[in-house]
């Protein structure tokens, strides 16, 4: 049984105990992140013993219940991201499900009713509920909608409907809600009605320019600030203590982790500004068309206008996810901006001027001249990253963790040294020197073994932050506990489905009863005793291809018309003396009656 929920509520009662409030989800993230180097299955599963559970428990308590620490800070920050994208998910998914148990439910009830005024009512609600206006208390809405529907479907139409089939109707209903949304959507636009409808292109608009602005804004002072701490800490002229070196270095990881969410933030309000923006001209277009349309002709064929409606509908419902998605970024933005000043900064104004003073602008690497110096054929260097290539590590150069103890961002665009593609794993890497990336390049293994694996251990702030979180056990057992299952094999046959008609099979002969079984198998075994005889007339003795006695001869009598008797005698078997005097002798009485 998987034990981590026990663990993790005994790190929050222990913590509580020391009076401070630790929420499940930090005390579950900071305990899966101390059980990196721990050995797993294929399953992602960890066994740990009592004592390893008993040091661990012992070990957050001390961390989680810290004040002042930046490391804390950053396992809140990447605690809190993660939880809240993931009720994110969860609540989309969920939402999409009870629309669709609904959708069901409503479609079901239109189907199976047969009053025409209550198929039409049912039908409006349909409309207001996959129009997502279905707790709308607005009675200009319901209005509305029941004037679009009528005119696309009457009530003299409603009895068709009705008889109907059931896949019919599925069907006429989905095309029927997005032509009546589409109606309402384009009512709207022409100043003719659309109560309860949002302005999701206006309001999306706005809302994903405003956190853009201020996710810029954020950006631009995380990247200074990490910028001052990378180069304090790539001085050599300045003197610092191994504890103020590490406080420095945890405070860097805290602002790294800070620019990295800002900065996929910022990402994710771009995608929805570039879809936003072909949207529009789509949503434009489409109204513009029907406007023409409507007015050209007062009377437009209903195989022209209704898909025209269709695909107002459809090009809303990319409103609607943009809005969602932008919301979305918008709610973590916020959850990030609350970690801006988490801690107390030791980072002091004297050290950045003298490291600035004393920081020199690396030159533009020549590339030419590194692809010739790069030998391995297991690699391959790449002057421009390929559009869509995704980098390792969220882009950070790992040789500078590992040869210089300080995560470095890989640097992009011309000053960048180049990337290579490791052809092993089909991985590129981004690297923020041209010394580093030869070293890599020269032995690759090195970089990415157990090396950085114990460097993570001992910063576990660092395996969300570049992406080793899928390394992390899914579950811990109490060691001894954990059965390993054997999968079952799985073998691939191919069958037949019987699609014809099957005949049914039923034995009228089958008898339940065991007294009437031996009955007739008595009957079967006297059977056996019988002789048969047979009569042939003159036209049938010694034929081949005999002729039957339905066919009545014309010069002779048939044999049935003779006075002779040919059926046989009729013999009967009695047992006497079963009941009366007991002194009775038993007998078998045997007749014979001549027929």
């Excluded at 139409?157 to 006429?172: C, G, N, R, T």
């Excluded at 981004?430 to 030869?438: D, G, V, W």
Aim: glycine share 4%.
């Amino acid at each position: 049984m998987d034990i981590t929920q026990t663990i993790v509520q005994e790190i929050v009662s222990q913590c509580g105990r020391h009076g401070f409030v630790v929420s499940a989800s930090l005390a579950h993230f900071y305990l899966k992140a101390q059980l990196l180097k721990d050995e797993k299955d294929a399953a992602k599963t960890v066994e740990l013993s009592p004592e390893r559970i008993e040091a661990l428990v012992d070990k957050a308590v001390v961390n989680l219940t810290k004040s002042d620490c930046p490391s804390l800070e950053t396992f809140k920050l990447q605690a809190s991201v993660t939880t809240m994208k993931q009720e994110q998910l969860n609540r989309s998914r969920t939402e999409e499900i009870q629309h669709r148990a609904k959708t069901q439910q409503l479609v079901q009830e239109v189907c199976s009713k047969t009053d025409p005024n209550q198929v039409l009512s049912d039908m409006a609600l349909y409309v207001l509920h996959e129009s997502r206006l279905f707790s709308s208390t607005n009675d200009l809405v319901q209005k509305e909608t029941m004037t679009a529907l009528e005119s696309v479907i009457p009530r003299g139409s409603i009895a068709p409907f009705i008889s109907q089939k059931l896949e019919d109707k599925a069907k006429q209903l989905d095309e029927l809600w997005r032509i009546v949304w589409g109606i309402r959507l384009f009512n709207k636009e022409s100043q003719k009605g659309g109560a309860g409808i949002p302005q999701l292109p206006t309001d999306s608009e706005q809302l994903i320019q405003q956190a853009m602005i201020t996710c810029k804004q954020h950006l631009q002072e995380a990247e200074k600030l990490c910028f001052h701490y990378q180069i304090v800490l790539s001085t050599p002229s300045i003197q610092n203590t191994e504890e103020r070196r590490q406080r420095l270095v945890d405070e860097y990881i805290n602002r790294k982790q800070y620019w990295l969410f800002l900065k996929s933030i910022l990402k994710l309000l771009e995608e929805s500004q570039q879809r936003l923006t072909k949207t529009q001209p789509v949503w434009e277009q489409l109204v513009a068309r029907i406007k023409e349309m409507v007015s050209q002709n007062s009377s437009i064929p209903k195989s022209h206008i209704y898909p025209r409606f269709i695909d107002v509908s459809d090009a809303w419902d990319d409103y609607r996810a943009i809005w969602q998605d932008a919301s979305s970024g918008k709610k973590l933005l916020d959850l990030v901006i609350a970690y801006q000043s988490p801690y107390r900064s030791t980072l002091s104004p004297s050290d950045i001027d003298s490291a600035l003073q004393s920081h020199a602008e690396e030159p533009i690497p020549n590339r030419t001249l590194i692809q010739g110096e790069i030998q391995n054929p297991a690699i391959n260097y790449i002057d421009e990253l390929p559009e869509g290539a995704t980098l390792e590590f969220s882009g950070f150069c790992i040789p500078s963790l590992i040869d210089m103890n300080l995560l470095v961002d890989g640097k992009r665009g011309a000053k960048s040294p180049g990337y290579l593609y490791l052809i092993s794993n089909s991985s590129y890497y981004a690297f923020s020197s041209e010394r580093l990336l030869k070293a890599f390049s020269r032995d690759p293994v090195r970089y990415l073994s157990q090396l950085l694996l114990d460097q993570c251990a001992a910063q576990t702030e660092l395996i969300h932050l570049i992406g080793l979180q899928n390394e992390l056990p899914k579950e811990i057992y109490l060691q001894g506990t954990r059965v390993n299952v054997v999968p079952r094999e799985v073998a691939k046959v191919d069958s037949h489905s019987q699609t014809g008609h099957i005949e049914a099979y039923k034995d009228h002969k089958y008898e339940w009863n065991e007294w009437e079984l031996r009955r007739l198998a008595l009957k079967v075994a006297n059977l056996r005793s019988k002789k048969t005889h047979s009569s042939q007339t003159n036209l049938s003795h010694m034929r081949r291809d005999n002729d039957t006695q339905t066919y009545l001869p014309k010069a002779q009598e048939t044999q049935t018309m003779l006075s002779k008797a040919t059926q046989p005698s009729k013999k009967v078997q009695y047992i006497k003396g079963l009941r009366g005097n007991p002194n009775q002798r038993v007998q078998v009485v045997k007749l014979e009656f001549n027929q």
